[in-house]
Protein backbone atom coordinates (compact mmCIF):
# COMPACT_ATOMS: atom_id res chain seq x y z
CA UNK A 1 0.00 0.00 0.00
CA UNK A 2 1.76 3.56 -1.00
CA UNK A 3 0.90 7.04 0.71
CA UNK A 4 0.05 10.32 -1.27
CA UNK A 5 0.99 13.69 -0.53
CA UNK A 6 -1.72 16.19 -1.21
CA UNK A 7 -1.02 20.14 -1.96
CA UNK A 8 -3.08 22.83 -3.03
CA UNK A 9 -7.34 22.95 -2.22
CA UNK A 10 -6.29 20.38 0.08
CA UNK A 11 -3.31 19.52 1.85
CA UNK A 12 -2.14 16.29 4.10
CA UNK A 13 -1.56 12.48 3.08
CA UNK A 14 -3.94 10.16 1.63
CA UNK A 15 -2.56 6.67 3.25
CA UNK A 16 -3.35 3.23 2.00
CA UNK A 17 -3.55 3.84 -1.45
CA UNK A 18 -2.97 0.37 -3.65
CA UNK A 19 -1.82 2.19 -6.88
CA UNK A 20 -2.41 -0.96 -8.92
CA UNK A 21 -6.57 -0.85 -8.02
CA UNK A 22 -7.12 2.56 -7.39
CA UNK A 23 -8.49 4.67 -10.33
CA UNK A 24 -8.24 8.43 -10.93
CA UNK A 25 -11.73 8.85 -9.91
CA UNK A 26 -11.10 6.74 -6.80
CA UNK A 27 -8.23 9.44 -5.59
CA UNK A 28 -10.23 12.20 -6.38
CA UNK A 29 -13.55 11.47 -4.51
CA UNK A 30 -10.93 10.97 -1.79
CA UNK A 31 -9.54 14.38 -1.86
CA UNK A 32 -13.05 16.44 -2.96
CA UNK A 33 -14.37 14.49 0.48
CA UNK A 34 -11.34 15.93 2.58
CA UNK A 35 -12.01 19.50 0.63
CA UNK A 36 -15.72 19.56 0.85
CA UNK A 37 -15.51 19.88 -2.67
CA UNK A 38 -17.65 18.05 -5.60
CA UNK A 39 -15.70 15.68 -7.35
CA UNK A 40 -16.03 16.78 -10.92
CA UNK A 41 -14.41 20.56 -9.22
CA UNK A 42 -10.90 18.90 -8.52
CA UNK A 43 -8.45 18.45 -10.86
CA UNK A 44 -5.53 17.06 -10.11
CA UNK A 45 -1.84 17.43 -11.39
CA UNK A 46 1.45 15.49 -10.95
CA UNK A 47 4.90 16.03 -12.22
CA UNK A 48 3.39 18.80 -13.98
CA UNK A 49 0.77 17.21 -16.00
CA UNK A 50 -3.15 17.57 -15.01
CA UNK A 51 -4.08 13.79 -14.74
CA UNK A 52 -7.28 12.29 -16.68
CA UNK A 53 -9.24 9.43 -16.55
CA UNK A 54 -11.45 9.40 -20.43
CA UNK A 55 -9.24 6.07 -20.76
CA UNK A 56 -11.73 3.33 -21.63
CA UNK A 57 -11.25 1.23 -19.49
CA UNK A 58 -9.89 3.43 -16.55
CA UNK A 59 -6.52 3.38 -15.60
CA UNK A 60 -5.33 2.76 -12.52
CA UNK A 61 -3.01 5.13 -10.56
CA UNK A 62 -0.01 2.69 -11.04
CA UNK A 63 -1.02 3.12 -15.03
CA UNK A 64 -0.89 6.86 -14.65
CA UNK A 65 2.59 7.18 -13.62
CA UNK A 66 2.02 7.76 -10.07
CA UNK A 67 4.34 6.47 -7.31
CA UNK A 68 4.44 6.03 -3.93
CA UNK A 69 5.08 9.45 -1.80
CA UNK A 70 4.34 11.25 -5.03
CA UNK A 71 3.64 14.38 -4.46
CA UNK A 72 0.13 15.81 -6.02
CA UNK A 73 -1.35 19.19 -6.65
CA UNK A 74 -5.54 19.60 -6.35
CA UNK A 75 -7.11 22.56 -7.44
CA UNK A 76 -11.00 23.48 -7.43
CA UNK A 77 -12.47 24.27 -10.60
CA UNK A 78 -15.57 25.96 -10.60
CA UNK A 79 -19.16 24.54 -11.59
CA UNK A 80 -22.30 26.11 -12.93
CA UNK A 81 -23.98 24.81 -9.30
CA UNK A 82 -21.40 26.77 -7.56
CA UNK A 83 -21.76 30.05 -9.37
CA UNK A 84 -23.08 33.04 -7.83
CA UNK A 85 -26.78 33.72 -8.04
CA UNK A 86 -28.27 35.84 -11.16
CA UNK A 87 -28.99 38.62 -8.31
CA UNK A 88 -25.77 38.56 -6.99
CA UNK A 89 -23.95 38.25 -9.95
CA UNK A 90 -25.69 42.02 -10.70
CA UNK A 91 -24.70 43.54 -7.86
CA UNK A 92 -20.91 42.10 -7.94
CA UNK A 93 -21.26 43.95 -11.69
CA UNK A 94 -22.85 47.14 -10.10
CA UNK A 95 -20.52 47.33 -7.37
CA UNK A 96 -17.44 47.26 -9.93
CA UNK A 97 -18.97 49.61 -12.36
CA UNK A 98 -18.86 51.82 -9.06
CA UNK A 99 -15.43 51.39 -8.17
CA UNK A 100 -14.64 52.27 -11.68
CA UNK A 101 -17.09 55.24 -12.03
CA UNK A 102 -16.20 56.58 -8.49
CA UNK A 103 -12.42 56.44 -9.33
CA UNK A 104 -12.72 57.95 -12.91
CA UNK A 105 -14.43 60.81 -11.04
CA UNK A 106 -12.13 61.63 -8.51
CA UNK A 107 -9.66 61.51 -10.31
CA UNK A 108 -10.84 64.23 -12.90
CA UNK A 109 -11.25 66.36 -10.37
CA UNK A 110 -7.99 66.06 -8.43
CA UNK A 111 -5.94 66.05 -11.68
CA UNK A 112 -7.22 69.28 -13.17
CA UNK A 113 -6.87 71.84 -10.60
CA UNK A 114 -10.47 72.17 -10.32
CA UNK A 115 -11.93 72.93 -6.58
CA UNK A 116 -12.35 70.09 -4.62
CA UNK A 117 -15.70 68.71 -3.45
CA UNK A 118 -13.98 67.12 -0.44
CA UNK A 119 -12.12 68.82 2.06
CA UNK A 120 -9.18 66.65 0.62
CA UNK A 121 -6.95 67.02 -2.71
CA UNK A 122 -6.17 63.62 -4.19
CA UNK A 123 -2.37 63.99 -4.81
CA UNK A 124 0.63 61.90 -6.05
CA UNK A 125 3.93 61.39 -4.22
CA UNK A 126 7.25 59.59 -4.50
CA UNK A 127 8.93 57.50 -2.01
CA UNK A 128 10.22 60.05 0.40
CA UNK A 129 6.45 61.96 0.10
CA UNK A 130 7.32 64.89 -2.39
CA UNK A 131 4.27 65.78 -4.60
CA UNK A 132 5.47 64.68 -8.28
CA UNK A 133 3.30 65.87 -11.17
CA UNK A 134 3.60 62.72 -14.36
CA UNK A 135 3.86 64.40 -17.91
CA UNK A 136 0.66 66.26 -18.70
CA UNK A 137 -2.95 66.84 -17.58
CA UNK A 138 -4.49 63.43 -19.38
CA UNK A 139 -0.96 61.40 -17.92
CA UNK A 140 -1.67 62.72 -14.21
CA UNK A 141 -5.17 61.83 -14.38
CA UNK A 142 -4.16 58.04 -15.93
CA UNK A 143 -1.92 57.80 -12.89
CA UNK A 144 -3.91 58.71 -10.02
CA UNK A 145 -7.32 56.58 -11.39
CA UNK A 146 -4.52 53.91 -11.50
CA UNK A 147 -3.28 53.96 -8.41
CA UNK A 148 -6.69 54.38 -6.66
CA UNK A 149 -7.85 51.43 -8.34
CA UNK A 150 -4.37 49.50 -7.25
CA UNK A 151 -5.13 50.45 -4.19
CA UNK A 152 -8.51 49.17 -4.38
CA UNK A 153 -7.25 45.37 -5.61
CA UNK A 154 -4.98 45.60 -3.03
CA UNK A 155 -7.86 45.96 -0.13
CA UNK A 156 -9.49 42.90 -2.16
CA UNK A 157 -6.41 40.85 -2.32
CA UNK A 158 -6.01 41.12 1.92
CA UNK A 159 -9.49 40.11 2.05
CA UNK A 160 -8.96 37.19 -0.08
CA UNK A 161 -11.14 38.59 -2.65
CA UNK A 162 -9.60 37.92 -5.51
CA UNK A 163 -11.67 37.42 -8.38
CA UNK A 164 -13.01 40.90 -7.58
CA UNK A 165 -9.35 42.14 -6.98
CA UNK A 166 -8.20 41.03 -10.47
CA UNK A 167 -11.34 42.87 -11.93
CA UNK A 168 -10.35 45.89 -10.71
CA UNK A 169 -6.70 45.54 -11.05
CA UNK A 170 -7.85 45.01 -14.86
CA UNK A 171 -8.72 48.41 -14.64
CA UNK A 172 -6.17 49.97 -13.00
CA UNK A 173 -4.29 48.09 -15.91
CA UNK A 174 -6.05 50.08 -18.46
CA UNK A 175 -6.07 53.39 -16.54
CA UNK A 176 -2.26 53.19 -16.44
CA UNK A 177 -2.27 52.73 -20.36
CA UNK A 178 -3.54 55.73 -21.16
CA UNK A 179 -0.85 57.35 -19.68
CA UNK A 180 2.38 58.02 -21.71
CA UNK A 181 4.82 54.90 -21.79
CA UNK A 182 7.61 57.59 -20.75
CA UNK A 183 6.04 58.53 -17.65
CA UNK A 184 5.06 55.16 -16.97
CA UNK A 185 8.79 53.81 -17.28
CA UNK A 186 9.69 56.30 -14.12
CA UNK A 187 7.16 54.42 -11.44
CA UNK A 188 7.21 50.93 -10.15
CA UNK A 189 3.47 50.95 -9.61
CA UNK A 190 3.14 49.37 -13.20
CA UNK A 191 4.85 45.86 -12.45
CA UNK A 192 3.85 45.60 -9.26
CA UNK A 193 -0.11 45.53 -10.46
CA UNK A 194 1.50 42.69 -12.60
CA UNK A 195 2.69 40.68 -9.73
CA UNK A 196 -0.52 41.61 -7.78
CA UNK A 197 -2.56 40.09 -10.75
CA UNK A 198 -0.67 37.07 -11.21
CA UNK A 199 -0.65 36.37 -7.36
CA UNK A 200 -4.56 36.90 -7.94
CA UNK A 201 -4.06 33.77 -10.14
CA UNK A 202 -2.48 31.75 -8.07
CA UNK A 203 -4.15 31.99 -5.19
CA UNK A 204 -7.39 30.95 -7.37
CA UNK A 205 -5.35 28.22 -8.14
CA UNK A 206 -6.86 27.94 -12.14
CA UNK A 207 -4.24 26.75 -14.36
CA UNK A 208 -6.00 28.54 -17.69
CA UNK A 209 -4.40 31.73 -16.64
CA UNK A 210 -0.83 30.06 -17.15
CA UNK A 211 0.24 31.64 -20.10
CA UNK A 212 -1.10 35.26 -19.01
CA UNK A 213 0.71 34.72 -16.05
CA UNK A 214 4.30 34.24 -17.78
CA UNK A 215 3.62 37.33 -19.93
CA UNK A 216 2.96 39.57 -16.91
CA UNK A 217 5.36 38.07 -14.82
CA UNK A 218 8.70 39.49 -17.55
CA UNK A 219 6.28 42.46 -17.96
CA UNK A 220 6.98 42.58 -14.35
CA UNK A 221 10.71 42.02 -14.06
CA UNK A 222 11.61 44.05 -16.91
CA UNK A 223 9.38 47.36 -15.29
CA UNK A 224 11.27 46.40 -11.59
CA UNK A 225 14.67 46.81 -13.31
CA UNK A 226 14.24 49.75 -15.38
CA UNK A 227 12.58 51.62 -12.01
CA UNK A 228 14.65 50.41 -9.67
CA UNK A 229 18.10 50.06 -11.51
CA UNK A 230 20.30 47.22 -11.73
CA UNK A 231 20.23 44.47 -8.73
CA UNK A 232 18.08 47.43 -7.69
CA UNK A 233 20.74 49.87 -6.98
CA UNK A 234 18.87 53.24 -7.44
CA UNK A 235 16.14 51.98 -5.06
CA UNK A 236 18.75 50.96 -2.21
CA UNK A 237 20.54 54.25 -2.82
CA UNK A 238 17.12 56.25 -2.29
CA UNK A 239 16.18 54.48 0.59
CA UNK A 240 19.19 54.69 2.36
CA UNK A 241 21.13 51.31 1.69
CA UNK A 242 17.75 49.46 3.35
CA UNK A 243 16.44 46.19 1.72
CA UNK A 244 12.65 47.33 1.20
CA UNK A 245 12.34 45.11 -1.65
CA UNK A 246 12.98 41.80 -0.60
CA UNK A 247 9.31 40.67 -0.23
CA UNK A 248 8.74 41.67 -3.47
CA UNK A 249 11.09 40.07 -5.46
CA UNK A 250 10.81 37.04 -2.83
CA UNK A 251 7.01 36.81 -4.53
CA UNK A 252 7.76 37.92 -8.07
CA UNK A 253 10.68 34.54 -7.80
CA UNK A 254 7.85 32.41 -6.23
CA UNK A 255 5.19 33.11 -9.14
CA UNK A 256 8.38 32.46 -11.71
CA UNK A 257 9.04 29.12 -10.51
CA UNK A 258 5.36 28.63 -10.10
CA UNK A 259 4.57 29.23 -13.86
CA UNK A 260 8.01 27.38 -14.92
CA UNK A 261 6.80 24.13 -13.04
CA UNK A 262 4.02 24.04 -15.06
CA UNK A 263 5.36 24.50 -18.37
CA UNK A 264 7.48 21.98 -17.77
CA UNK A 265 10.73 23.82 -16.95
CA UNK A 266 11.74 21.87 -14.08
CA UNK A 267 15.74 22.94 -13.70
CA UNK A 268 14.21 27.24 -14.17
CA UNK A 269 11.40 26.54 -11.82
CA UNK A 270 13.95 25.04 -9.43
CA UNK A 271 16.05 27.97 -9.54
CA UNK A 272 13.67 30.56 -9.34
CA UNK A 273 12.47 28.67 -6.04
CA UNK A 274 15.41 28.52 -4.32
CA UNK A 275 16.47 32.13 -4.58
CA UNK A 276 12.91 32.59 -3.67
CA UNK A 277 13.40 30.49 -0.46
CA UNK A 278 16.71 32.33 0.36
CA UNK A 279 14.70 35.34 0.46
CA UNK A 280 12.47 33.89 2.75
CA UNK A 281 14.98 32.87 5.47
CA UNK A 282 16.39 36.85 5.07
CA UNK A 283 12.99 37.75 5.36
CA UNK A 284 12.72 35.76 8.72
CA UNK A 285 12.77 38.24 12.25
CA UNK A 286 13.85 36.47 14.92
CA UNK A 287 11.89 36.57 18.66
CA UNK A 288 15.09 38.57 20.47
CA UNK A 289 15.54 41.49 17.67
CA UNK A 290 11.63 41.48 17.42
CA UNK A 291 11.30 41.98 21.66
CA UNK A 292 14.03 44.58 21.65
CA UNK A 293 12.45 46.65 18.99
CA UNK A 294 9.41 46.37 20.91
CA UNK A 295 10.54 47.21 24.04
CA UNK A 296 11.30 50.43 22.62
CA UNK A 297 7.82 51.25 22.33
CA UNK A 298 6.74 49.90 18.83
CA UNK A 299 3.92 47.25 18.01
CA UNK A 300 4.56 44.55 17.10
CA UNK A 301 3.51 44.67 13.20
CA UNK A 302 5.78 48.12 12.88
CA UNK A 303 8.28 46.47 14.41
CA UNK A 304 8.54 43.42 12.28
CA UNK A 305 7.97 45.48 8.88
CA UNK A 306 10.91 47.77 9.93
CA UNK A 307 13.18 44.66 10.74
CA UNK A 308 12.22 43.06 7.34
CA UNK A 309 13.13 46.22 5.71
CA UNK A 310 16.51 46.65 7.04
CA UNK A 311 18.06 43.37 6.30
CA UNK A 312 17.43 42.77 10.38
CA UNK A 313 19.61 45.38 11.82
CA UNK A 314 18.04 46.36 15.00
CA UNK A 315 19.33 49.81 14.78
CA UNK A 316 18.57 50.51 11.26
CA UNK A 317 14.90 49.03 12.15
CA UNK A 318 14.44 51.81 15.04
CA UNK A 319 16.19 54.81 12.62
CA UNK A 320 13.80 53.25 9.91
CA UNK A 321 10.42 53.44 12.70
CA UNK A 322 11.56 57.23 14.31
CA UNK A 323 12.08 58.43 10.36
CA UNK A 324 8.34 57.13 9.24
CA UNK A 325 6.36 58.35 12.87
CA UNK A 326 8.00 61.80 12.02
CA UNK A 327 7.00 61.67 8.34
CA UNK A 328 3.28 60.62 9.57
CA UNK A 329 3.38 63.39 12.29
CA UNK A 330 4.58 66.09 9.02
CA UNK A 331 1.97 64.36 6.73
CA UNK A 332 -0.73 64.94 9.75
CA UNK A 333 0.47 68.83 10.14
CA UNK A 334 0.55 68.99 5.93
CA UNK A 335 -2.85 67.72 5.41
CA UNK A 336 -4.35 69.70 8.49
CA UNK A 337 -2.65 73.19 6.56
CA UNK A 338 -3.73 71.88 3.23
CA UNK A 339 -7.90 71.53 4.51
CA UNK A 340 -7.73 74.57 5.87
CA UNK A 341 -6.28 76.15 2.54
CA UNK A 342 -8.77 74.17 0.48
CA UNK A 343 -11.11 75.28 2.89
CA UNK A 344 -10.41 78.95 2.50
CA UNK A 345 -10.29 78.31 -1.38
CA UNK A 346 -14.21 77.05 -1.25
CA UNK A 347 -14.66 80.25 0.42
CA UNK A 348 -13.41 82.71 -2.61
CA UNK A 349 -15.25 80.22 -5.35
CA UNK A 350 -14.61 78.82 -8.06
CA UNK A 351 -13.00 80.68 -11.84
CA UNK A 352 -15.65 80.42 -14.81
CA UNK A 353 -13.52 77.42 -15.72
CA UNK A 354 -14.56 76.14 -12.62
CA UNK A 355 -11.10 75.84 -10.68
CA UNK A 356 -10.23 76.81 -7.25
CA UNK A 357 -8.22 80.62 -6.91
CA UNK A 358 -4.50 80.06 -6.52
CA UNK A 359 -3.39 80.81 -2.75
CA UNK A 360 -0.06 81.40 -4.03
CA UNK A 361 -0.81 83.91 -6.51
CA UNK A 362 -3.16 85.14 -4.10
CA UNK A 363 -0.16 86.01 -1.10
CA UNK A 364 1.75 87.96 -3.87
CA UNK A 365 -0.99 90.12 -4.30
CA UNK A 366 -1.48 90.96 -0.65
CA UNK A 367 2.18 91.02 -0.06
CA UNK A 368 2.39 94.59 -1.49
CA UNK A 369 -0.49 95.89 -0.01
CA UNK A 370 -4.01 94.42 -1.96
CA UNK A 371 -7.21 93.24 0.41
CA UNK A 372 -7.29 89.67 0.54
CA UNK A 373 -10.82 89.21 -0.49
CA UNK A 374 -10.67 91.94 -2.96
CA UNK A 375 -7.51 90.22 -5.01
CA UNK A 376 -8.99 86.66 -5.13
CA UNK A 377 -11.86 88.16 -6.42
CA UNK A 378 -9.69 89.26 -9.21
CA UNK A 379 -8.04 86.43 -8.92
CA UNK A 380 -11.05 83.92 -9.63
CA UNK A 381 -12.69 86.74 -12.20
CA UNK A 382 -9.29 86.14 -14.37
CA UNK A 383 -8.73 82.78 -14.20
CA UNK A 384 -5.79 83.40 -11.93
CA UNK A 385 -4.19 85.17 -13.91
CA UNK A 386 -1.98 87.81 -12.08
CA UNK A 387 -1.18 90.53 -14.43
CA UNK A 388 -5.07 90.89 -15.29
CA UNK A 389 -5.97 90.53 -11.65
CA UNK A 390 -3.37 93.59 -11.01
CA UNK A 391 -4.77 95.65 -13.98
CA UNK A 392 -8.35 94.99 -12.41
CA UNK A 393 -7.47 95.90 -8.75
CA UNK A 394 -5.61 99.01 -10.18
CA UNK A 395 -8.43 100.36 -12.26
CA UNK A 396 -10.66 102.22 -10.63
CA UNK A 397 -14.08 101.39 -12.75
CA UNK A 398 -13.46 97.37 -12.34
CA UNK A 399 -11.79 97.68 -8.91
CA UNK A 400 -15.43 98.96 -7.93
CA UNK A 401 -17.01 96.15 -9.71
CA UNK A 402 -15.23 93.62 -7.45
CA UNK A 403 -16.57 94.90 -4.82
CA UNK A 404 -19.66 94.57 -6.17
CA UNK A 405 -19.68 90.97 -7.25
CA UNK A 406 -18.15 90.70 -3.37
CA UNK A 407 -21.21 92.27 -1.32
CA UNK A 408 -23.73 89.89 -3.63
CA UNK A 409 -21.96 86.90 -2.81
CA UNK A 410 -22.00 87.80 0.44
CA UNK A 411 -25.95 88.23 0.66
CA UNK A 412 -25.89 85.04 -1.78
CA UNK A 413 -24.40 83.24 1.46
CA UNK A 414 -26.68 84.99 3.76
CA UNK A 415 -30.14 83.83 2.10
CA UNK A 416 -28.62 80.64 1.75
CA UNK A 417 -27.90 80.24 5.30
CA UNK A 418 -31.43 81.58 6.06
CA UNK A 419 -33.17 79.16 3.71
CA UNK A 420 -31.05 76.11 5.25
CA UNK A 421 -32.01 77.25 8.71
CA UNK A 422 -35.76 77.46 7.43
CA UNK A 423 -35.40 73.61 6.74
CA UNK A 424 -33.93 72.62 9.63
CA UNK A 425 -36.63 73.95 11.41
CA UNK A 426 -39.51 72.50 9.53
CA UNK A 427 -38.51 69.27 9.34
CA UNK A 428 -39.03 69.48 13.34
CA UNK A 429 -42.60 69.61 11.97
CA UNK A 430 -43.59 73.24 12.78
CA UNK A 431 -45.49 74.84 9.62
CA UNK A 432 -43.27 76.71 7.14
CA UNK A 433 -45.39 79.95 7.40
CA UNK A 434 -44.82 80.16 10.72
CA UNK A 435 -41.07 79.44 10.90
CA UNK A 436 -40.51 81.76 7.68
CA UNK A 437 -42.72 84.67 9.90
CA UNK A 438 -40.40 83.55 12.96
CA UNK A 439 -37.21 84.06 11.19
CA UNK A 440 -38.28 87.36 9.56
CA UNK A 441 -38.37 89.14 13.10
CA UNK A 442 -34.88 88.33 13.61
CA UNK A 443 -32.61 86.42 15.77
CA UNK A 444 -30.86 83.38 16.17
CA UNK A 445 -32.52 79.67 15.22
CA UNK A 446 -32.83 79.06 18.98
CA UNK A 447 -34.41 82.39 19.35
CA UNK A 448 -36.44 81.23 16.70
CA UNK A 449 -37.36 77.87 18.14
CA UNK A 450 -38.15 80.02 21.44
CA UNK A 451 -40.65 82.56 19.40
CA UNK A 452 -42.58 79.35 18.02
CA UNK A 453 -42.67 77.36 21.14
CA UNK A 454 -43.98 80.02 22.81
CA UNK A 455 -46.60 80.75 20.11
CA UNK A 456 -50.18 78.43 20.49
CA UNK A 457 -49.05 74.72 19.62
CA UNK A 458 -50.45 73.88 16.38
CA UNK A 459 -50.51 70.44 15.33
CA UNK A 460 -48.82 70.05 12.00
CA UNK A 461 -50.21 67.31 9.61
CA UNK A 462 -48.36 64.89 8.32
CA UNK A 463 -47.86 66.38 4.74
CA UNK A 464 -46.00 69.59 6.46
CA UNK A 465 -43.55 66.89 7.83
CA UNK A 466 -42.88 64.62 4.86
CA UNK A 467 -43.05 67.24 2.06
CA UNK A 468 -39.41 68.03 3.14
CA UNK A 469 -38.03 65.74 4.67
CA UNK A 470 -36.01 63.89 1.85
CA UNK A 471 -32.22 64.04 1.88
CA UNK A 472 -30.76 64.08 -1.62
CA UNK A 473 -29.22 60.83 -3.18
CA UNK A 474 -25.64 59.82 -2.15
CA UNK A 475 -25.67 63.06 0.14
CA UNK A 476 -25.65 65.43 -2.53
CA UNK A 477 -27.20 69.26 -1.79
CA UNK A 478 -30.53 69.38 -1.06
CA UNK A 479 -33.15 72.22 0.40
CA UNK A 480 -34.30 69.21 3.00
CA UNK A 481 -30.66 68.14 4.05
CA UNK A 482 -29.62 68.74 7.63
CA UNK A 483 -26.67 70.93 7.93
CA UNK A 484 -23.64 70.12 11.19
CA UNK A 485 -23.88 72.49 13.80
CA UNK A 486 -20.47 74.28 12.68
CA UNK A 487 -21.27 74.91 9.10
CA UNK A 488 -21.09 78.92 8.57
CA UNK A 489 -22.27 81.04 5.75
CA UNK A 490 -18.92 80.94 3.82
CA UNK A 491 -18.60 77.11 3.77
CA UNK A 492 -22.51 76.57 3.47
CA UNK A 493 -21.84 78.62 0.51
CA UNK A 494 -18.67 77.29 -1.04
CA UNK A 495 -20.02 74.10 -0.75
CA UNK A 496 -23.48 74.43 -2.48
CA UNK A 497 -21.28 75.99 -5.44
CA UNK A 498 -18.84 73.12 -5.91
CA UNK A 499 -21.41 70.36 -5.55
CA UNK A 500 -23.91 72.46 -8.00
CA UNK A 501 -21.16 72.79 -10.46
CA UNK A 502 -20.64 68.54 -10.39
CA UNK A 503 -22.54 65.66 -11.48
CA UNK A 504 -24.31 63.27 -8.91
CA UNK A 505 -21.65 61.76 -7.43
CA UNK A 506 -21.76 58.11 -5.86
CA UNK A 507 -19.88 59.49 -2.27
CA UNK A 508 -20.28 56.22 -0.64
CA UNK A 509 -17.64 54.53 -3.20
CA UNK A 510 -15.94 57.88 -3.11
CA UNK A 511 -15.19 57.45 0.62
CA UNK A 512 -14.46 53.92 0.30
CA UNK A 513 -11.96 54.77 -2.14
CA UNK A 514 -10.62 57.67 -0.67
CA UNK A 515 -10.39 55.71 2.61
CA UNK A 516 -8.19 53.02 0.78
CA UNK A 517 -5.40 55.44 -0.09
CA UNK A 518 -5.41 57.55 2.69
CA UNK A 519 -4.32 54.50 4.59
CA UNK A 520 -1.37 53.68 2.39
CA UNK A 521 2.74 54.81 2.57
CA UNK A 522 5.31 54.89 0.05
CA UNK A 523 6.24 51.56 1.34
CA UNK A 524 3.37 49.89 1.45
CA UNK A 525 3.69 47.79 -2.13
CA UNK A 526 6.91 46.31 -0.16
CA UNK A 527 5.39 45.50 3.17
CA UNK A 528 3.83 41.83 2.52
CA UNK A 529 3.56 39.28 5.09
CA UNK A 530 5.11 35.94 3.34
CA UNK A 531 4.05 33.21 5.33
CA UNK A 532 1.70 32.09 2.40
CA UNK A 533 4.54 32.55 -0.16
CA UNK A 534 6.62 30.05 2.73
CA UNK A 535 4.18 27.67 2.70
CA UNK A 536 4.19 27.62 -1.68
CA UNK A 537 7.60 27.83 -1.82
CA UNK A 538 8.33 24.57 -0.06
CA UNK A 539 5.03 23.05 -1.92
CA UNK A 540 6.35 23.57 -5.21
CA UNK A 541 9.80 22.51 -4.50
CA UNK A 542 8.57 19.40 -3.48
CA UNK A 543 6.46 19.14 -6.58
CA UNK A 544 9.86 19.86 -8.54
CA UNK A 545 12.31 17.55 -6.87
CA UNK A 546 8.91 14.73 -6.71
CA UNK A 547 9.15 15.16 -10.79
CA UNK A 548 12.82 15.64 -11.25
CA UNK A 549 12.95 12.00 -9.19
CA UNK A 550 10.85 10.33 -11.44
CA UNK A 551 12.87 11.54 -14.15
CA UNK A 552 9.80 13.04 -15.74
CA UNK A 553 9.62 16.89 -17.54
CA UNK A 554 6.61 18.31 -16.69
CA UNK A 555 5.21 19.26 -20.47
CA UNK A 556 3.59 22.50 -21.25
CA UNK A 557 0.21 23.22 -20.26
Not at 24 to 34: S, T
Not at 315 to 333: H, M, S, T
Amino acid sequence: MAKLKIGGTWAGVVEEVDLHAWTLAMLRDRVAERSNSPSHCINLICAGKILRDDAVPPQTLSQLGIKNNAKILATRASSPQQGLSLVAQEERCSRLARIRAAATAMAERHADGALPVEDFNIEVEDQSGQKVRLGSETDQRAVMMGLMLHAKGKKLIKQGNYKDALEVLSMGEESFSLCDSKVIELIDNVPILQIDMVWCYFMIRDIRWLADAGKRLEIARIGIERAHGKDSLRLRLLQGGRFPELALHLRLELLEGVVAYHTGQLEKSRKALASARAKFVQLQVSDEALSFVMSMGFVERDAKRALRMNNQDVGGAIDFLAEEKAKKLQKREEDIRRRNEIKEQKRYGMTPLKKAVDLERLKELVSIGFDKELAAEALRQNENDTQKALDDLTNPETNSALQVAIESRKRKRQKQVKDSEIEKVVQMGFERARVVAAFEAGGSVEQVLQRLTAQPEIEPTSATINTHSTAAPHGGASSSTLLPNNVNSDDLYAMNEVEDSKTQRDKEMEDELSADIAKADALADYDIEVNVEGEAITEYLALVESAGSCGETAPSQ
